[in-house]
Every structure is written in structure tokens, then in C-alpha cells.
């Protein structure tokens, strides 16, 4: 019987609007530009890091463990770019880089999320678990507030605060363990099947794919959120 549902954040409940992340890595690259008076040449290798921050962000491994927190993303572009910034500088750019999600903000990726949350919420525990990228757990809660998601969550699991990431199956057993019930009483939910899908599956935790379009490279899947709950019935809770 499923009694706990985990889901995916990033492309599973929120979204970008088209361009809003390049938009922000070019404000977050202006904010460096200017709180360290670098001149403008050192747009390009602040562009190279963001780069490279974004594919260890979608292939997580134990060689680019630097890119789990904000700190240590900047401390890495810092030194690749061999500018040393004061410790002040170093927050406030920090602070910047960090907050930066607020001010141009992502959106639900469906109208009925809400709906869809409250509806699983009356039969399951609900935890979220979301690899963080430039935006830590704790901005995202408020991303959640204003989003009005939050307090359907009873557990928030995000990557850079429990230092480890999807698809390693020990943040998947993190929730299990919590509220004491076993990865085959746990339904996960996700649009990566690297992280999501495999690493639920890695774990022992019951997967779902969530893929709004597109021919399914795994099964089960769901188009929309509203789908969940067919799809864990049909496949997962039979009894
Ligand atoms: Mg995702």
C-alpha cells in the first residue's frame, strides 16, 4: 500500500518562463562584473562557468560535487577566474546570486498544481525533493509561499542542504526513513529520468514519470498531474 509521494520540484510542479534563467545569468553576471570592478572581458569566463555549472547540474558525480551549494559555485568561479574577492564581497554577491529567482520568478508549469497537491494530500505524506542549482532550499521555500504550494509539503528535501542529490537512492530513503515507511510504500514522481525515474527505481522507491509531451523513454507516465493517482492505483497499489 502507498502510503508517502515524493515529488520532483524544478519541471514537475514549476517552471521557467523561456528565457528567465539566461536572463538571470546575465544579471548575476553583472552583479559580478560590478561589485568586483572586473571589466568586461570576464563576462565570457563567468558565461564558460555557468556552462560548465550546468552540466554538472544535470549529471550529478562525485568529480562536481562543488556545484551542490551556491558557496561553492561562487568559490569555484572565483578561483577559475583567479579573482579574489573580500569576505564582503563575497556575500553580497552571494546574496545576489542566490535571490536572483525572486525578482524574475518561475511559474506553476500546471494552473491546477494546488488542486492536484491538496487532492493527494488527504490519502499521503507529501515530501518534495529537488536538486538545487544556483537558488538554495531556503529561497525556494519563499518561491513556494508566493506560489501558494508550501504548506502542502510535510517534508522539503533539497540538495544543498542535505549535501546530496538526486539520483543518489539515499535521498530518496532520506524521506522513507522519516516517516517510517519502506521505499515499496513510497511512490516518486519526476520529469528526469536519469534523476527522477532511475534514481527512484535505484533506491527501491516506485517511479512515475512526468512527461507533459513526447514519446515515453520509460512507463509508467503521466501527461498531468491530475493522472497521478490512476497511474499509482493501476500500477503500484493494487490491493
Ligand atoms: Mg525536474
Redesign the pocket.
Known sequence: MIKLVSL?????LITDKEDNERERDFQRADCILKMLNLSDEYRGKITDHFNELNKSLKYPSTENEWAITPETQLQRLFRTINVYPSGEQFLSTLKFYTECDLSNPPVLIENDVSICLEKLKENYKLVLISNTGRTPGSVLKKLLEELKILNYFDMLIFSDEVKMRKPEPKIFLTACEAFHVLPQETVHV???VL??FNGALNAKVNPVLYLPDGNPPATPFIRNLFELREAMDKNYDKD
Open positions: 520532483d520540484l524544478w519541471d514537475t519526476g520529469d528526469s534523476m527522477d
